[in-house]
């Protein structure tokens, strides 16, 4: 054995030991200990104390608007900025115009948007539709371009019609933003003042722009952006989201090599835009599909967190360093349901931040930022168009607008309202700053209580089910075009599938989607459940559930499904977690404890950190559930509901899937192994 390999051994040995100690003091805590209150670390940082935000406690939402400066809005013609090593980006800007269609004089606030998604298609858009923020997902939009402002849509490099190699969100890409920022501030029509603004890639390429720190920028609208690109997209729990990777990356790729109608609309620019499009073609083989590839046969640093590939691409870890005020926009099912609040929490301590996560998948909330879709009306905040209007009035132009005193944090609450009703809740801070952590033990009876378990009572067993299969399709050359995944664990007819199919097949709905019995009884899925409640509860925050498992394998995925259950036997899904036994350490200078009480385990995800699974051994499991809003009310049951798989959130890379095919997972729930879930109580009097 070489000397590095007995170091790597040691290294992971060692972590072991103190990840494993660490969490297993962290379980008999109970809600007794300190009442040290603390972040979620990054890569880049450890956890942090966590003082609450207190200002804007009685803050309210009202409608913003104001009458259009100009009569109309025009797009100049295509341009190209160059890059220092000679790429070229294509951009497209739409400045205020009179009635006739002449562009006015002067020099305004800029908005800039930068996408993979074509900006020829987002300008389209833009002439579809004439109300809402078409500008949030890159096209021509005369909303905001008529009060005042010029709208600034770049291709990012290697997509659209700019040139380059197209690797997603990473460092060539980034150096692109700097490009775009210094282009627009030696445009005569810029006043100086640059807001950015985006919706999904939009978002995130408007925060990564941010923390470039550029001293032009003075504001940022970002909707439904990613935090975490492995923890909390690509790599949940270990594993691999393969469907929503099968739909995304063939999305942007396609969209990036179809550029026939570009060239007849800018037939001045046909040459370079088709030597574009023969770049991104090649990025297939030499990036697309290498990517894909060493995911899926568990290449360390793709399968894995190791090295900077995912973090390159995570806007979290340097959300810190973001100077201007920065409003987010999430939504409760999204395919960033996790890292919005986490993003907010960077931002909050250096600048004024709000958070808004409404309801919904992430289709949904693209949909509503297009459309400007109100959603005052069940008690949350303005639709996007008056919500960004408000920001980026009180930033750029210096309006007082209120956009500081803005309520700081509005989130949907699911089961907040009588009779269906979509009811929002408005705080201070994120996490709740009322949050209790409050431990209830999965019992051998199939209970949940307070109450520790007993020795000697039962265990419960699930299986490993038949495994995804990811299928890649070929073109009439026999070439690979792209790659799908056929679920085969029933996962396909649940609120997951919706949620990382982008909200797409929530498009045509079914029972399933919304009531969580279809799934758990294809699964095999162990239930917990409290009592019908006495009275309401109230959840909103960061789930952990510590699970003592053994598997007859050497590999093994726990699946934490959280439901309402009402008194007809309908099973609302609340939140989700999934993660592989190997990956179980947890770096405790990084997780999040409240009230001393781990409630979100932070996992290394790194080959170093990687424990060895034993065949019938017992370990303790931390499963980080995504953060929830809900209520539970009275005459419902609180659900915990575990399984051996989600393969429409993760499935196995090839060698992990051979090490768990075939498994049986004992899920233990007594004395010596308590297995539990820490659940963000609120009261509900801080409903509001």
Avoid at 4 to 18: K, M, P, V
Avoid at 75 to 91: C, E, H, N, R, W
Avoid at 263 to 281: D, L, R, V
Avoid at 490 to 503: A, E, I, K, R, Y
Wanted: proline share 5%.
């Amino acid at each position: 054995m070489s000397t590095s390999t007995t170091t790597a051994r040691r290294s992971a040995q060692s972590f072991a030991l103190r990840s494993t100690v660490a969490a297993l003091i962290a379980l008999c805590a109970g809600t007794a200990a300190t009442a040290q209150t603390t972040t979620l670390g990054t890569r880049g940082t450890t956890a942090s104390d966590n003082a609450a935000v207190t200002s804007n406690a009685g803050s309210t939402w009202k409608e913003y608007t104001r009458k259009e400066d100009y009569a109309d809005a025009v797009s100049l013609p295509l341009q190209f900025i160059t890059m220092a090593d000679g790429k070229k980006l294509a951009v497209r800007v739409t400045v205020p115009a009179d009635a006739k269609g002449k562009p006015v004089a002067g020099a305004f606030p800029a908005i800039l948007t930068q996408t993979a998604y074509r900006i020829d298609l987002g300008q389209l858009l833009g002439y579809l539709v004439q109300t809402g923020n078409s500008l949030l997902v890159g096209g021509q939009d005369k909303f905001m371009v008529r009060r005042g402002y010029v709208s600034v849509a770049v291709d990012v490099v290697g997509t659209g019609m700019s040139s380059g190699e197209g690797a997603l969100l990473g460092t060539e890409e980034q150096e692109g933003y700097a490009a775009a920022v210094n282009w627009v501030t030696q445009q005569p029509w810029f006043n100086g003042k640059l807001g950015l603004a985006g919706t999904s890639y939009l978002g995130i390429t408007s925060l990564q722009t941010a923390r470039q720190q550029h001293p032009a920028v003075k504001a940022v609208f970002a909707q439904v952006p990613m935090g975490d690109a492995y923890r909390g997209t690509v790599g949940i729990g270990g594993l691999l989201n393969a469907k929503f990777i099968s739909l995304w990356l063939p999305l942007t790729h396609t969209l990036s090599v179809q550029n026939d109608i570009a060239k007849i609309n800018f037939p001045t620019w046909s040459e370079q835009i088709e030597a574009a499009n023969q770049e991104h073609i090649a990025s297939i083989d030499s990036w697309y599909l290498p990517t894909v590839d060493q995911a899926m046969t568990g290449v360390s640093g793709y399968a894995t967190d190791d090295g900077d590939f995912w973090a390159v691409r995570s806007p979290v870890e340097g959300a810190g360093s973001i100077k201007v005020p920065t409003f987010i926009v999430g939504s409760s099912n999204d395919i960033f349901q996790r890292d919005e609040p986490l993003i907010y929490e960077q931002l909050k301590k250096n600048v004024n931040a709000k958070l808004l996560i409404v309801k919904g998948s992430h289709v949904e909330a693209v949909l509503a930022a297009a459309s400007g879709a109100n959603t005052l009306l069940g008690n949350g905040a303005p639709g996007s168009a008056s919500l960004m209007l408000q920001w980026f009035d009180q930033y750029l132009r210096g309006i007082n607008t209120g956009a500081a005193t803005l309520p700081n944090v509005t989130q949907f609450v699911e089961g907040y309202g009588l009779l269906g009703s979509t009811r929002y809740t408005k705080s201070t801070d994120w996490p709740h700053p009322q949050l209790t952590p409050t431990r209830l033990y999965l019992r051998g009876n199939q209970t949940l209580t307070a109450a520790k378990p007993a020795s000697g009572e039962t265990a419960r067993f699930v299986k490993e089910p038949k495994p995804a299969v990811v299928t890649y399709a070929k073109n009439d050359s026999g070439k690979t075009v792209s790659a799908g995944v056929e679920i085969n664990d029933g996962s396909d007819c649940s609120s997951s599938m919706v949620q990382w199919s982008l909200g797409i097949s929530g498009l045509l709905p079914k029972a399933c989607y919304t009531n969580s019995n279809t799934v758990e009884k294809s699964q095999g899925a162990i239930i917990y459940e409290t009592p019908y409640q006495t009275s309401d509860l109230y959840i909103n925050g960061p789930i952990q559930a510590d699970i003592w498992v053994a598997t007859t394998r050497s590999e093994a995925a726990v699946s934490v499904r959280i439901d309402a259950v009402d008194i007809l036997g309908k099973a609302t899904p609340l939140s989700t977690g999934l993660q592989a036994v190997s990956h179980r350490a947890v770096d405790t200078t990084r997780s999040r404890y409240i009230k001393g009480v781990m409630i979100q385990p932070w996992h290394p995800f790194t080959e170093a950190a990687r424990l060895p699974v034993v065949p019938g051994q017992p370990v303790l499991v931390p499963v980080e559930v995504f953060p929830a809003a809900a209520v539970i009310r009275k005459g419902q049951k609180l659900r915990i509901a575990i399984s051996a798989s989600n393969q429409a959130m993760g499935v196995w890379p090839l060698p992990s899937q051979a090490q768990a095919a075939g498994g049986i997972t004992t899920i233990f729930n007594d004395a010596a192994r308590p297995s539990s879930v820490v659940l963000p109580v609120v009261p509900t009097s801080a409903l509001n």
